[in-house]
């Protein structure tokens, strides 16, 4: 990934990822979200007997972010991230354009938050090697949205190259977010709800979820 000058503004960013590993009972995703299950004492989920066979899975995921400044270089307690997102490969090949509001102090040391799904692992930031370059704690709250144009989609379209189980995929889904973050030296937080439409055809109500993300940048 880089930052794109831009005359010195530093206010855009592009990432290219490449996700490799496998899908189905090789995974070993059942014994992981089980243990997870009865260490926190809440039951089993339920589904695990239909999950889809073995397969290698390969995604190349493109990113291009864009960072408005709406208060001025003075105050910086505002800002607007656009982005536009383009995967291709066995797990999603979808397009995906969003935009994050954010509202709170000491912005600068983050590129926005996502869920797990869409986030991006690189995140460059200058100063978090050293604390005394930036503020050593900041906090906001966020807002996001984001359209999703999907062709395919393991999870609902099934494994590639064998037969499996698939249900009826909804072409475009969107999704709402609201979340907040906290930063201490190289420590970070974020929590966040979300709300998704329907992504196939049978599924009974949206989707609402949240997440809990903790990071240490180095």
Not at 18 to 40: E, M, R, T, W, Y
Not at 41 to 69: C, H, Y
Not at 83 to 91: E, K, S, V
Not at 176 to 202: A, D
Request: charged residues 20%.
């Amino acid at each position: 990934g880089t930052i794109l000058e831009r005359g010195g503004r530093r206010d855009c960013l592009f990432t290219a990822e490449f996700q490799f590993g496998v899908i189905g009972p090789a995974s070993g995703a059942q014994n992981v979200q089980n243990k997870f299950h009865d260490l926190v004492g809440i039951s089993r989920p339920a589904g695990w007997e239909t999950q889809l066979p073995n397969e290698p899975a390969m995604n190349v995921n493109l990113e291009f972010k864009r960072r408005f400044d709406l208060d001025g270089a003075t105050k910086n307690l505002r800002d607007l991230i656009a982005r536009g997102q383009l995967q291709l490969g066995t797990l999603r090949t979808e397009v995906v354009l969003g935009a994050q509001y954010r509202w709170g102090w000491g912005l600068d040391r983050s590129w926005g938050h996502g869920t797990i799904r869409h986030s991006n692992a690189y995140q460059p930031v200058d100063g978090f090697n050293l604390p005394t370059d930036g503020p050593v704690i900041s906090s906001w709250f966020f807002l996001d949205a984001q359209t999703e144009v999907i062709v395919r989609n393991y999870a609902t379209d099934g494994t590639n190259f064998v037969n499996s189980r698939s249900v009826t995929r909804r072409a475009v889904v969107l999704q709402l977010s609201l979340g907040t973050t906290f930063h201490f030296y190289h420590l970070s937080g974020t929590y966040f709800v979300s709300l998704r439409t329907k992504e196939f055809e049978t599924q009974e109500d949206i989707h609402c979820f949240g997440g809990l993300k903790a990071d240490i940048k180095f």
